[in-house]
C-alpha cells in the first residue's frame, strides 16, 4: 500500500471518529450544549485537525446529518435504469430519504436543517463539490425529458432545486412536529409526485410579453 493510500485512509478514518463522537455527544447533551473541544477531546485528535475538515460545529451537524438521509448513487442508478415513470422514481426516492430520516434524532434534524439554510454556500463548496439534494434529482428530470414525460420547455435545474427544498420543508414540518396529523412519508411522496406532475402535464409561460417600442440602442460598453 502505497504512503499516500495509507494517508488517505487514515484521513478518513479521522473523520469518522470526529461525526462518531460528535454525534454520540449531540444525543446525549443537545447540538449546543456541546463544544467544539468536547468533540475533539471524545475523538481524540487536536483543534486544528477538526478544523481542517469542517470550518464550523454547524458545518459538522449539517454534513453528519444529511449524509444519513442524502440519497446513494446507487440507489439513484438503479431507479434511472428502471422502468418508472419521473412521477414514480422521484416517489421511490424520497419515500427512501424518508424511512432514513425518521431514524435520526429529531432535534438534530431540525437544527441541521436550519443551519443548512443559514450556511449552505460555505457547506456546498465542502468536499469539492455540489452535493445538495437538487444534484441527485436534476438526472432524474433529464432522463424525464429523454422519456417523454416532461415537457422539455420546463428548466430542469428549476424544478430539480423546487424539489429539493420542498423535500427540506416536508422535513423541517416533521422534525418541528408541525405535521403531528400527518406521517413524513406520504408527505413526502404527495411533493414528489405533485412537482413531477407538474412537469410533466403543465406549460411554462416562457412566451415574452410583445414590445410595440423601437428597440433600444445598444449600451456603450462599461468603463473599466
Known amino acids: 500500500m502505497t504512503r499516500a493510500r495509507l494517508q488517505q485512509d487514515r484521513s478518513r478514518a479521522t473523520r469518522r471518529a470526529i461525526i ?35 470550518p464550523r460545529k454547524e458545518h459538522l451537524l449539517v454534513m453528519t446529518v444529511f449524509g444519513r438521509f442524502m440519497p446513494r448513487d446507487t440507489e439513484l442508478k438503479a431507479l434511472l435504469d428502471s422502468e418508472l415513470d419521473t412521477a414514480q422514481i422521484c416517489a421511490e426516492l424520497l419515500t427512501a430519504i424518508g424511512q432514513r430520516v425518521k431514524k435520526i434524532d429529531k432535534n438534530l434534524v431540525l437544527r441541521a436543517v436550519e443551519e443548512s439554510f443559514r450556511h449552505y454556500r460555505q457547506i456546498g463548496k465542502l468536499e469539492g463539490g455540489d452535493h445538495s439534494l437538487h444534484s441527485f434529482y436534476e ?23 423546487t424539489l429539493g427544498w420542498a423535500t427540506l420543508q416536508e422535513i423541517f414540518w416533521w422534525a418541528s412536529g408541525q405535521s403531528t396529523l400527518r406521517d413524513l412519508l406520504p408527505d413526502l411522496r404527495q411533493r414528489a409526485e405533485l412537482i413531477a406532475n407538474g412537469a410533466r402535464f403543465g406549460q411554462p409561460a416562457i412566451t415574452a410579453p410583445k414590445v410595440s417600442s423601437p428597440a433600444p440602442r445598444p449600451r456603450s460598453a462599461p468603463r473599466s
Do not use: M
Open 139 to 161: 438526472p432524474i428530470f433529464e432522463r424525464g425529458v429523454a422519456r417523454g414525460d416532461v415537457n422539455k420547455a420546463w428548466d430542469l435545474d428549476l424544478i430539480a432545486r
Open 20 to 54: 462518531a463522537r460528535a454525534e454520540a455527544l449531540w444525543r446525549e447533551h443537545g447540538f449546543d450544549a456541546v463544544s467544539v473541544e468536547q468533540v475533539c477531546q471524545a475523538a481524540d485528535v487536536a483543534k486544528g485537525t477538526f478544523y481542517f475538515y469542517f
